[in-house]
């Protein structure tokens, strides 16, 4: 699976420098036109709905690669390759302090959606807003939970989850992105006596983009 997604990465990203590369030969501008790669790196701030610990306390990495696609001058489509981790957590800090209350989650994902560019910039040659919407479909290959009234839990293997963000551009091919998500499936199916509950997760990202 490793070996895949590598191999998966290394398409994502090769493919749109190649596009890039012939627009650039026909003298079109910078601005967003054909394929264009961004790297993507930052942190999410999620919960799990239904675990009795409220709010975005745990802190998981976001990383990864998306291509865009330019349909017009303001709109176009996106695909991502993601490693995060999502989860539950009492503590606002990277490693809790008592890691028994901790749900850890692994996954691979792939966004896919679109976009509108608004507030066109001369002097980055680019527009300063972006509104990206997205379905996310995601792999979970990891798990750790640290909780004793959970450890029975089931766990889905796949997670469907829209988002919505924010991306407000530094530079020509640097800027900043806020998204909120918030999953379609069930995460967990935990067993409370007769009763079974089912944990969805939410979360809040920021991260650092740089376009190749």
């Not at 070996?3 to 493919?15: A, E, H, Q, T």
């Not at 959970?150 to 924010?166: E, N, Q, W």
């Not at 806020?178 to 939410?202: A, P």
Request: hydrophobic fraction near 35%; glycine fraction near 8%; charge should be neutral.
């Amino acid at each position: 699976m490793t070996r895949n997604l590598i191999y998966l990465f290394s398409v994502m990203c090769w493919l749109p420098l190649q596009s890039k590369l012939i627009s650039q030969g026909s003298n079109t501008k910078f601005i967003d036109r054909g394929f264009n790669v961004d790297l993507v790196a930052g942190l999410n701030f999620s919960q799990l709905d239904g675990d009795g610990t409220a709010g975005y306390r745990h802190i998981g990495l976001r990383a990864g690669t998306q291509i865009s696609y330019a349909l017009s001058p303001t709109y176009g489509t996106v695909l991502g390759l993601f490693y995060e981790e999502k989860g539950s957590s009492s503590n606002l800090t990277f490693l809790s302090k008592d890691p028994s209350e901790d749900i850890h989650l692994q996954y691979v994902s792939i966004p896919v959606g679109f976009y509108k560019d608004t507030g066109y910039r001369k002097a980055i040659d680019r527009h300063r807003l972006r509104i990206q919407m997205e379905v996310s479909i995601s792999r979970l290959f990891d798990i750790s939970i640290g909780r004793e009234d959970l450890m029975d839990s089931k766990s889905g293997t796949f997670d469907i989850s829209p988002s919505i963000g924010f991306t407000y551009h530094l530079t020509r091919r640097s800027g900043m992105n806020l998204r909120i998500e918030q999953s379609f499936t069930n995460i967990l199916d935990v067993n409370q006596g007769t009763d079974q509950i089912s944990l969805r997760s939410y979360l809040m990202n920021i991260q650092y983009l740089y376009r190749l």
